[in-house]
């Protein structure tokens, strides 16, 4: 059944049992990997939607505007977590939160006129490019002992906030491994990517529900680019099955964690670089 021709109840049924699906995976594997769960929730939904035979037009847009509004609730949660024990860096964050908001004002107002396939060309690139990172380099790699002065510091966060936006996802997948490649400490690095998300989250939502905003091809309950059904599917979800995935990764050597996340991120890259070649 189409579910994107009415608001049906069988519709809504596998609307949800998807978004559950969705939710419970992403959350397991956030939590046992250590990342953002932006990173594994757009595919994730992508996949989802393409399932459902949700719009091929507003496939992606869906996907990334549903992931930036479940990082919201999310990431305050994670922020205050983080806040409490001293891990975030209030000075790194007054230095780079005006150029991450105007970065996820540039990439909302870019999401807003590109096509699906350029926001999976974005993610698909990126994900390559972190894949790789995880993969060959590891948590020991450098680029410098600090982080670099102005202006390349806050061109990095605007790059940061920007893509983010385009990608659906917080702050954890970018800014903690280019930051751990200046030498900062990786316990800061998490905390204030924790807090750094939110700025990202609440903008970029806020972008995508503008720019969808009765655009065709939506499934129901759905708020411009932001599925309201899968929002609230998927934040209980995720808190539930996060902690299990963390769990669980106390048992995994970490090596064989960022392989497994590394092939994960290459399928991925690869599944939406066939996804474009076949449009």
Do not use: C, N
């Given at each position: 059944?189409?579910?994107?021709?009415?608001?049906d109840?069988?519709?809504?049924?596998?609307?949800?049992?998807a978004?559950?699906?969705?939710?419970?995976?992403?959350?397991?594997v956030?939590?046992?990997?250590?990342?953002?769960?932006?990173?594994v929730?757009?595919p994730?939904?992508?996949?989802?939607?393409?399932?459902l035979d949700?719009?091929?037009?507003?496939?992606?847009?869906?996907a990334?505007?549903t992931?930036l509004?479940?990082?919201?609730?999310?990431?305050?949660?994670?922020?205050?977590?983080h806040?409490?024990?001293?891990?975030?860096?209030?000075?790194?964050?007054?230095?780079?939160?005006v150029?991450?908001l105007?970065?996820?004002?540039?990439g909302s107002?870019?999401?807003?006129?590109?096509?699906?396939?350029?926001l999976s060309?974005?993610?698909?690139?990126?994900?390559?490019?972190?894949?790789?990172?995880?993969?060959?380099?590891?948590p020991?790699?450098?680029?410098?002992?600090?982080l670099?002065?102005?202006p390349a510091?806050?061109?990095?966060?605007?790059?940061?906030?920007?893509i983010?936006?385009?990608m659906?996802i917080?702050?954890?997948?970018?800014?903690?491994?280019?930051?751990?490649?200046f030498n900062y400490?990786?316990?800061?690095?998490?905390?204030?990517?924790?807090a750094?998300?939110l700025?990202?989250?609440?903008?970029?939502?806020?972008?995508?529900?503008?720019?969808?905003?009765?655009?065709?091809?939506?499934?129901?309950?759905?708020?411009?680019y932001?599925n309201?059904?899968?929002?609230a599917?998927?934040?209980?979800?995720?808190?539930?099955t996060?902690?299990?995935?963390?769990?669980?990764?106390?048992?995994?050597p970490?090596?064989?964690?960022?392989?497994?996340?590394?092939?994960?991120?290459?399928?991925?890259?690869?599944?939406?670089?066939?996804g474009?070649?076949?449009?």
């Open positions: 059944m189409d579910i994107t021709l009415a608001m109840g069988t519709g809504l049924l596998l609307l949800a049992a978004m559950l699906a969705a939710g419970l995976l992403a959350g397991f956030a939590g046992l990997l250590g990342v953002g769960g932006g990173i929730v757009v994730v939904l992508f996949q989802a939607f393409t399932m949700v719009d091929p037009a507003v496939r992606m847009h869906l990334v505007g992931s509004a479940t990082i919201i609730p999310t990431g305050l949660r994670s922020a205050r977590a806040q409490r024990r001293g891990a975030v860096d209030m000075e790194l964050l007054r230095a780079w939160g150029p991450v105007l970065g996820v004002l540039l107002a870019l999401s807003s006129v590109v096509g699906g396939d350029v060309g974005v993610f698909a690139v990126v994900a390559l490019v972190v894949a790789v990172q995880m993969a060959v380099f590891g020991q790699a450098k680029l410098a002992d600090q670099p002065g102005q510091k806050s061109l990095m966060a605007g790059v940061i906030g920007t983010s936006a385009m659906g917080g702050g954890g997948t970018l800014s903690v491994p280019i930051l751990s490649l400490p990786i316990r800061y690095a998490v905390g204030t990517a924790s750094i998300g700025i990202i989250a609440v903008p970029g939502t806020a972008g995508f529900v503008i720019a969808g905003w009765g655009a065709a091809g939506l499934p129901p309950l759905s708020v411009g932001v309201l059904l899968a929002f599917v998927i934040v209980p979800t995720t808190i539930l996060a902690p299990l995935g963390a769990k669980a990764a106390h048992t995994i970490q090596r064989a964690l960022r392989l497994s996340f590394a092939a994960f991120l290459f399928i991925t890259s690869l599944r939406m670089f066939y474009i070649a076949a449009s």
